[in-house]
């Protein structure tokens, strides 16, 4: 079983719908877990990050996190075709100077 | 924000020679920087975490003779490829934190090898 598991995708919404993308991770003692945006050859952009069980707003941008169920989301509303990347669920166990684990990714296409 | 800056964002080697990728935290100190690799189509792969001063600690599975990290100072580390091969091409990615504010690790911008 991987440590932190995301479909892979390709996920296609169209403009202006919402984008739903779902994170899956192993280790019950992780603390703090968060979404990245990463386009095509570039390095991973900081989204979202949260840290207790419920949802946690930003803009378009929700993150939703369910402990019990070692569940994390993050839906995107009003989906741009900028949106258009892959999207990297990542957990950690410990403070801010403990490792990151990363899943796989899920890839995001906004149609027009 | 903070900006982690990663030199040189492209290179091309020869089988056999080494590499010498750098990062460097342009406005902060960052006592812990993390490297990780990334293959096309994957995800991150932790390598390594480097420690300002200490030898840096290395993930299972990788060599600790062949990816030399170096972090003298606390806004840069070094990360050297060494006696390069093709299946060490890859996009190699740091992260640092801030330590003074206690916030998340920033990512430098990546740099992509290609051994031929």
């Known amino acids: 079983q991987k440590e932190v598991e995301q479909n892979s995708g390709p996920l296609s919404v169209p403009e202006g719908a919402i984008a739903s993308l779902n994170c899956t991770y192993s280790d019950r003692g992780s603390q703090s877990f968060f979404w990245y945006r990463q386009y095509s050859g570039k390095s991973p952009e900081l989204i979202m990050s949260i840290y207790s069980n419920g949802d946690k707003e930003d803009g378009r941008f929700t993150a939703q996190l369910n402990k019990a169920s070692q569940y994390v989301s993050l839906l995107i509303r009003d989906s741009q075709p900028s949106d258009s990347a892959t999207y990297l669920c990542a957990v950690r166990r410990g403070g801010t100077a403990s490792k990151l684990t990363f899943g796989t990714g899920t890839r995001l296409q906004v149609t027009l | 924000g903070a900006v982690v800056s990663q030199h040189p964002s492209r290179v091309i080697c020869k089988s056999g020679t080494s590499v010498k990728i750098e990062c460097r935290s342009l406005?902060?100190?960052?006592?812990?920087m993390f490297w990780y690799r990334q293959f096309p189509k994957k995800s991150l792969m932790l390598m390594a975490t480097s420690n300002e001063g200490s030898k840096a600690t290395y993930e299972q599975g990788v060599e600790k003779d062949k990816f030399l990290i170096n972090h003298a100072s606390l806004t840069l580390s070094t990360l050297t490829v060494t006696s390069a091969h093709p299946e060490d091409s890859s996009f190699y990615i740091c992260s640092a934190r801030d330590q003074g504010r206690d916030t998340e690790a920033f990512f430098g911008q990546g740099t992509r090898l290609t051994v031929v």
């Open positions: 406005d902060f100190q960052a006592t812990t």
